[in-house]
């Protein structure tokens, strides 16, 4: 473990990643309001964890408080961003340009996080050769050309549930090396490919309580 | 605090409801597999929480476990549901029906979570009077009535970012009290209102941590 991050743990569990994610958003929301340093135990209140929990889960990736002080927001949020690679920008290929797949493409958060979309395929005669935010949809039979043209390691799956198993193979077989699915099918992929899967029945799921515990206090 | 949760509560932290769906997804996945009980020290380490976090997690609701035994998987997925409000079946209101919309009258999973897209709204003259999935849409102007004649409490908000904020006030005078929000943008709404924003940065930046840590290894 060092303190750039650079020599992490192989080994983080998914939960404490997840939760650098938070800590990024909380820190972010700090920072906008000129905050300047925050203990651990006010970052971990903020979020419902203990002070422990938060210095243990940044202990995987080096020490970044300084005592009496607690953690320097703006140093934080870029040793986040470092550690989660989106302190850079990353090339990807839209594989699916139906409505969800347009629908990404409009969306500003992509860029926003370093995802750059540089190339749009599908299979779909109604889409093809169309360009949509200014790229043109390519054949899906192209995808191991335009992979090796940008160097991509990443692909968005926005296809529908009966084509992504197909599609999802089509990637594996291209070279790519982390997909994010969110096509409405859980993909199995060997360990070597990362794969993040969009959950929106949790997002459902916390608006449900939410309402439901309004309604009924 | 009850065993069945009804008198949970006001003030649970939003980081324990977000834990209480990664219970959900871990317990039907091992019920999936036949697994018929779990301690919380097992189902803690699959997630990367502690035993104890577990435990005072599901202290916010009520004694689930059995000593000597752990966690009933399934009686325990029930008990989550009914806590999260996703028993039972929810009508909503789709507000926007451009691409992002259309992908999500499509996606199936809002009706497995028990959500149920009654009504589409929209301002836009070229899909006003048609049908989606079933649905004709109508003119956002018709929110209220919409609203009264289905006894809504939920609208997902699916419009571009520029016409987020003024769509969120229509929403909010027809007495709808849940926002699941895609636009990409933070509304405010008053406190007595629920809001769930879907973070489609934070799936990013899990999967840019992911595929940068296959790379370095």
């Given at each position: ?18 939760r650098l994610s938070l800590y990024l958003r909380e ?155 969110f096509a409405p099918v859980t993909l199995s992929v ?12 949790m997002e459902l799921e916390q608006l449900a309580f ?8």
């Amino acid at each position: 473990m060092t303190e750039d991050g650079s020599g992490r743990e192989a080994l983080v569990p998914k939960a404490v990643v997840s939760r650098l994610s938070l800590y990024l958003r909380e820190l972010q929301h700090l920072h906008r309001k000129d905050q300047k340093t925050i203990s651990s135990s006010k970052l971990g209140r903020a979020l419902g964890f203990s002070a422990a929990q938060v210095r243990k889960d940044f202990a995987y990736f080096g020490q970044f408080g300084y005592p009496g002080i607690g953690y320097r927001c703006e140093e934080l949020i870029d040793k986040i961003k470092r550690i989660l690679g989106t302190d850079k920008t990353w090339p990807v290929v839209l594989v699916g340009c139906g409505n969800m797949g347009q629908a990404l493409l409009g969306y500003r958060g992509f860029a926003k996080q370093g995802f750059d979309v540089v190339a749009v395929v599908d299979v779909d005669e109604n889409v093809l050769g169309k360009a949509f935010e200014g790229l043109v949809v390519e054949h899906i039979d192209r995808l191991p050309d335009i992979v090796k043209q940008h160097s991509l390691q990443v692909a968005i799956l926005a296809v529908p549930a009966n084509a992504a198993a197909a599609a999802a193979e089509q990637i594996l077989n291209s070279g790519i090396t982390g997909i994010l699915n969110f096509a409405p099918v859980t993909l199995s992929v060997p360990k070597s490919v990362s794969l993040v899967e969009v959950d929106l029945a949790m997002e459902l799921e916390q608006l449900a309580f939410s309402v439901f515990q309004n309604k009924t206090q």
